[in-house]
């Protein structure tokens, strides 16, 4: 499909479409002519270091950035595992579905785990470990030595506080890392149900990112080691993962306006007011949901003709088929969702309600 023809849908795909919220873009134009030292060395990117280490009341951590969500988990993971060692996650996890073979091609096993709703237990991953030290053959094995999760989850579905430190209590028995996949973070802390703040992650886990690529930036990640120290050479393996931006002043502008006066954590709202009512109209035109997401991820269940029809008149995210004649079907939204559009998605549903 091209890009006109895709113009005339209504885009409700995914939630890294569109360029960045204006305040963002502003900063960008205001500094465009400035020169400054590269590779993350300039004033912007310390400054913004510092306003997200004071965000997440974190103030013996380390933050790094990056261009994308792919060369932060693998840099994370290559980061902290010794080549002997591998990374936990829900069979669901990002890592182990939508990386294209990204951490195993760095040396590293994704060890999946069975999930509900897509989040992993503090039972699941106890036991997991246990198995491994218990085997008299483990020096011969991957040894399990991260556990990787994602809030919001791949489902939408959140970790509640308790929830991620009984995790955390595993992992720390165990001698493990906890690295939280935040790319989609602003969602998570925008929602009503969400009880894990950013001085909560930075608390609970070893490494957690900021998602800023779907968060309303053009592009770019915020990596928060929460205690400094923790990998010697940063740098050059960022570079090696090929997240090393030559013009890094470009990651510090856009971070350090998107933690100003709080933006980051209300970025997400307009977002999760639209799919809530999107989820609400679903319901009442009777599709299933296939999950009850708090976050900006829908997902419910179509018929193919409902598909079929739906496909000419708005983007949205195929996810998995159930049977010969029902998918799951994902509507995401966004910082810059708006109202309108999501009246227009609401006719649709109406409309295909009726197929």
Not at 219 to 244: D, R
Request: hydrophobic share 40%; with cysteine; aromatic share 8%.
């Amino acid at each position: 499909m091209t890009d006109t023809q895709t113009n005339d849908l209504l885009h409700f795909s995914s939630d890294y479409m569109q360029g960045a919220h204006p305040a963002v873009l502003d900063a960008l134009v205001r500094t465009n002519m400035e020169s400054t030292s590269g590779y993350g060395t300039d004033h912007y990117c310390a400054e913004a270091a510092q306003a997200i280490l004071e965000a997440c009341n974190c103030p013996d951590g380390e933050v790094r950035f990056l261009m994308g969500g792919t060369q932060t988990n693998t840099f994370v993971i290559d980061a902290l595992l010794h080549p002997w060692q591998g990374v936990i996650s829900a069979a669901t996890g990002h890592i182990n579905v939508h990386e294209a073979g990204s951490i195993e091609a760095g040396g590293h096993k994704v060890i999946s785990l069975d999930h509900t709703n897509g989040k992993l237990s503090a039972t699941a991953i106890d036991k997991t470990v246990q198995a491994w030290e218990q085997d008299d053959n483990r020096e011969h094995m991957v040894q399990p030595a991260m556990v990787y999760l994602s809030q919001p989850t791949e489902y939408g579905t959140l970790y509640s506080t308790a929830e991620l430190e009984a995790i955390a209590e595993v992992c720390t028995a165990h001698n493990l890392k906890l690295f939280v996949d935040g790319a989609r973070l602003a969602y998570a802390l925008a929602a009503p149900q969400n009880d894990v703040s950013l001085a909560d992650l930075a608390r609970i886990a070893d490494v957690f990112y900021i998602g800023g690529t779907k968060c309303g930036l053009l592009f770019g990640e915020a990596v928060v080691f929460t205690k400094k120290g923790m990998v010697n050479g940063l740098t050059p393996l960022i570079k090696q993962h090929g997240g090393l931006l030559a013009k890094g002043r470009l990651l510090g502008v856009q971070f350090k306006e998107l933690f100003k006066d709080g933006l980051y954590e209300r970025i997400g709202q307009t977002a999760l007011e639209c799919a809530t009512r999107i989820k609400k109209r679903l319901a009442e035109k009777g599709f299933d949901l296939y999950i009850d997401s708090p976050t900006n991820q829908v997902f419910f269940v179509a018929t193919d003709a409902q598909l079929a029809w739906l496909s000419n008149h708005a983007e949205y995210g195929f996810m998995e088929r159930l049977d010969d004649n029902r998918v799951v079907v994902r509507f995401a939204t966004c910082w810059s969702t708006t109202h309108k559009d999501t009246d227009k998605l609401l006719e649709c549903i109406d409309q295909m309600a009726e197929l």
